[in-house]
């Protein structure tokens, strides 16, 4: 069977190689809304909102942002076409080409980073377990480990990685190291208490209930390229929505309860430490493992954006993306960068919401691209969704940014839509 990666992104996915179902789909979004970083966003609610609020926080997060999400992965069953060359549909090819470019970025950025996530978390348990001045403990050994692991199945291309390793065993395996971990929780924290735990005030309601938002936004410069190897529209859809959202949910729950539960005050790296009382570390190496999916998710999409600029195949950009990004974890101090991949993340939510209005309102899931005309009026309602998330982020941060922002761009692209349908129907009458 051939790799995707020997599809032209340019190109729609053939028919016959279009083989994903609901349950494909929810395996793979089950799998990447769970992880590391996850729980730590979940930690992050609770000392703030406590956990009756911070769960209302998640769960209608989630919710929002994943029904959006789905949506997204609809235009690429719908198109057939990656995530960047399905916008040429809406921002025509040349507005196209500043997306792929910032997601490359991004995505080189966001894959370096989910390396050095699972690189720390290795050896602080391995040197927990093993002594500090063991090889086991070694951050370097531990970044080659994980960059090889991610490089490979970026390579080996989501059909291999979801039918052959998540459908028919890995899935198997993050759910047991969920169970696992909710069943240890059970069984120490007093739940009742943790249920009454209020919040200190420190995060309005509004903020964590866009951090849980961004958290499936965030993978909207992604799905497409998955979803346009999905057979129909409606099991994309569902299937994205109910493994995001279980899997997401659950995982942040969790970090906010035991955050709440065993987390000490204070304590550097408190969460990873309590999520290790949890069977031996067991679960949580499972979860480890579980974060080179990400990392194989930010690369393989990487590849995909850079095949479209240079017409290169796909799996040659994901061995040598994978590589990079290995050794940007090994040497490269990226705290400074964090605030530049956070600013162009900012930029995707607004685009989306031009694209999901475009796709679904004005074209209604038709294919052929839009009036060339139409073209400016997309980069203009980008513009103004981009300026309302920065306008809300600094002006007003607990309103949140990035869920207003998407609908102002939407928004802004129907009216505007509108109101150039009726001139060029008066100009023609």
Known sequence: MNTPGTYSPDLPVPGDKRVFGGRDLFSLWFSLGI????????????????MAMALL?????????????????????????????????????????????????????????EIIVMRDAASLLAGRTFGAAGLWSSPLLWALLFGGLATLLAVSGPLTFVRKILRQWGIWLLLGACLWLTWNLLSKADLSALWARAGDGSMPFATGLDLAIAMPLSWLPLIADYSRFGRRAKP???????????????????????????????EANALLLALAGAGMGIPLLLVLLDESEKAFADIHSAAVSSAMLSGLKVEHLALAIGVLCTLIACFAPLAQYEGFLLLIGSLFAPLFGVVLVDHFIVRRRRTPAALPALYGLSLLAWLGGVSTYHLLA???PQVG??????LVAGALLFLLGRGFSRDRGTARA
């Open 35 to 50: 992880g590391l970083m996850v729980l730590q966003a979940g930690a992050l609610l609770a000392p703030g909102l406590g």
């Open 57 to 113: 926080a998640i769960a209608l997060g989630t919710l929002i942002g994943v029904l959006l999400l789905a949506s997204a992965g609809v235009i690429g069953t719908d198109t057939g076409l990656s995530s960047m060359a399905s916008l040429k549909l809406s921002l025509g090819r040349r507005g196209a080409m500043l997306p792929a470019v910032l997601n490359l970025l991004q995505l080189i950025g966001w894959g370096s980073f």
């Open 236 to 266: 994309v859809f569902v299937g994205t929505v109910l493994g995001y959202f279980i899997g997401n949910c659950w995982l942040m729950s969790l970090g906010v309860a035991y955050t709440l539960a065993f987390a000490a005050d204070g």
């Open 394 to 396: 600094n002006l007003y």
């Open 401 to 406: 940014a990035t869920l207003p922002a998407l």
